[in-house]
T-cell receptor, first 109, second 116 residues
Framework: SQQGEEDPQALSIQEGENATMNCSYK?????LQWYRQNSGRGLVHLIL?????REKHSGRLRVTLDTSKKSSSLLITASRAADTASYFC?????????FGAGTRLTVKP | GAVVSQHPSWVICKSGTSVKIECRSL??????MFWYRQFPKQSLMLMAT?????????EQGVEKDKFLINHASLTLSTLTVTSAHPEDSSFYIC????????????FGDGTRLSIL
């Protein structure tokens, strides 16, 4: 069963703009991960943030985690057309990983 | 980085056929492999978790006799869809993880299964 809810479900922006996607979850977690999926392909791991961390950066990606609100956000700065994909959060509770519904991001050139 | 190979990437077959999908971890030992199913524009739904050398643990609602999973080695797991029917058409994705190293799951590229 799914754990998280992501919003928005779909996001369309212009190249160069920032994209923010949010994820909420219900149970306690060990960590939260963000994945990217190009159409018809498998998932690519982007970033993992542990339950005792509040913020993490990787290149143009910034992830925050608020365990009190059971929510996380993924920020992609200076977006590119190649960032067009679906983005999923996944929560890991004792190695039982559950995926959110995903946000479909379209970056227009 | 860790690589997981999934094969075949695409299969079309007649109703009643059994289809086997392979998932291999190429450069690490996968103590655990996961099988997911994904419908168009939806999220991944976990079907089952398999640990090397033991029986798979199936999620509620997933028929173990329909979806046979074998994880005979630390680098290979297979999912066999037995007597497939059109409603089994979907995108199936495997992932592999070395839990001993506390690494995240690494995903294959998925298999698109179409049953006519």
């Amino acid at each position: 069963s799914q754990q998280g809810e992501e919003d928005p479900q779909a996001l369309s922006i212009q190249e160069g703009e920032n994209a923010t996607m949010n994820c909420s979850y219900k149970t306690s977690i060990n960590n939260l991960q963000w994945y990217r999926q190009n159409s018809g392909r498998g998932l690519v791991h982007l970033i993992l943030i542990r339950s005792n961390e509040r913020e993490k950066h990787s290149g143009r990606l910034r992830v925050t985690l608020d365990t009190s609100k059971k929510s996380s956000s993924l920020l992609i700065t200076a977006s590119r057309a190649a960032d067009t994909a679906s983005y999923f959060c996944a929560t890991d509770d004792n190695n039982d990983m559950r995926f959110g519904a995903g946000t479909r991001l379209t970056v227009k050139p | 980085g860790a690589v997981v190979s999934q094969h075949p990437s695409w299969v079309i077959c007649k109703s009643g056929t059994s289809v086997k999908i392979e998932c291999r971890s190429l450069d690490f030992q996968a103590t655990t492999m996961f099988w997911y199913r994904q419908f168009p524009k939806q999220s991944l739904m976990l079907m089952a978790t398999s640990n090397e050398g033991s029986k798979a643990t199936y999620e509620q609602g997933v028929e173990k006799d329909k979806f046979l999973i074998n994880h005979a080695s630390l680098t290979l797991s297979t999912l066999t869809v037995t007597s497939a029917h059109p409603e089994d058409s979907s995108f199936y994705i495997c992932s592999a993880q070395d839990r001993a190293s506390n690494q995240p799951q690494h995903f294959g590229d998925g298999t698109r299964l179409s049953i006519l």
